[in-house]
């Protein structure tokens, strides 16, 4: 398949950046172009078309429903294929017409990495069939995602606040880990899930209300039982996706600013997730075997 072109608009030059690496860690030969305003991105898009353009709608200059109504008077060639569009409001009537006559995806803020992933996936997909589109990377990350969301929500109901995506490095520190690893026959896979002492006191203590301090034995037990339990829903979603991953027997790391260095393939990739009792982090890395 040939290189991908992509306009990231956002105002926030953070958000730009984890998109970007998001899309870099997920597909192969791709090119990410950033904007951070409305006018400069309508301007970007006078000099070459772009497979895809994710458009935050609310931008400064030019809001991102005034760049939509600009993108008629372009070039035809020069027109991006897919548009995605992100806000953190449902459109009104007036933008909905103008989304449903553009072909537009909408997804509604604060949304996951691996939702705008599935969007791009699909057309990309269906324009190129006899293709991966996306990477195993993408998704054995996208499979422990949504596993690590499933069991924190449905068995520890968990409200995620909030979900930051990055590219990690090769090694990190923290109070307390569980190590999983996940061995294929072409891949093998690391998820490491890292909590402060004070989030992991507080899961914890859901896990038994009835107590009002708990051991440390207690919070190994319940490590170990966490990194499990989204072991075993990530092997459900990847074997739907065609994989087979069997668990290595999980590890539990405690103590604070230890190290675990990955082993996989670098760089890997980690989520910072803030819920109603605390933060906590997913480092997800893959690596082909010899």
């Known amino acids: 398949m040939r290189s991908l072109s992509v306009l990231v608009v956002d105002d926030e030059p953070e958000v730009c950046d984890a998109l970007s690496e998001t899309l870099k860690h997920a597909f192969q030969n791709v090119n990410c172009i950033l904007s951070n305003d409305g006018v400069d991105s309508l301007q970007k898009m006078e000099r070459q078309q772009f497979d895809f353009v994710?458009?935050?709608l609310g931008l400064p200059r030019m809001n991102g429903v005034s760049v939509m109504?600009?993108?008629?008077?372009l070039d035809p060639r020069l027109r991006p294929k897919h548009l995605v569009c992100l806000s953190g409001y449902e459109p009104d009537p007036i933008t909905k017409e103008i989304m449903r006559d553009l072909d537009v995806d909408f997804l509604?803020?604060?949304c996951r990495s691996e939702d705008i992933l599935g969007v791009l996936r699909k057309h990309i997909d269906a324009?190129?069939?006899d293709t991966a589109s996306v990477s195993i990377e993408s998704s054995f990350v996208g499979a422990v995602l949504e596993a690590v969301l499933r069991v924190a929500q449905n068995a520890l109901l968990l409200t995620i606040e909030k979900e930051s995506l990055h590219v990690g490095q090769r090694s990190i520190s923290c109070s307390s880990s569980v190590v999983l690893q996940a061995i294929g026959i072409q891949h093998q896979g690391l998820m490491v899930i890292s909590f402060p002492k004070e989030s992991l006191q507080e899961f914890t203590k859901r896990r038994h209300p009835a107590h009002s301090s708990v051991s440390e034995a207690e919070m190994k037990s319940f490590l170990t039982d966490f990194s499990s339990a989204v072991f075993f829903q990530a092997k459900k979603?990847?074997?739907?996706?065609?994989?087979?991953?069997?668990a290595g027997l999980p590890f539990v790391v405690m103590g604070d600013h230890h190290e675990i260095l990955s082993g996989v393939s670098t760089p890997g990739m980690v989520v910072e997730m803030t819920t109603d009792l605390g933060p906590f982090r997913v480092e997800i890395g893959l690596r082909r075997n010899s």
């Open 69 to 73: 109504k600009s993108l008629g008077r």
């Open 54 to 56: 994710i458009l935050d």
């Open 237 to 246: 979603i990847l074997s739907e996706k065609g994989f087979d991953y069997t």
């Open 108 to 110: 509604r803020k604060p």
């Open 127 to 129: 324009q190129f069939p």
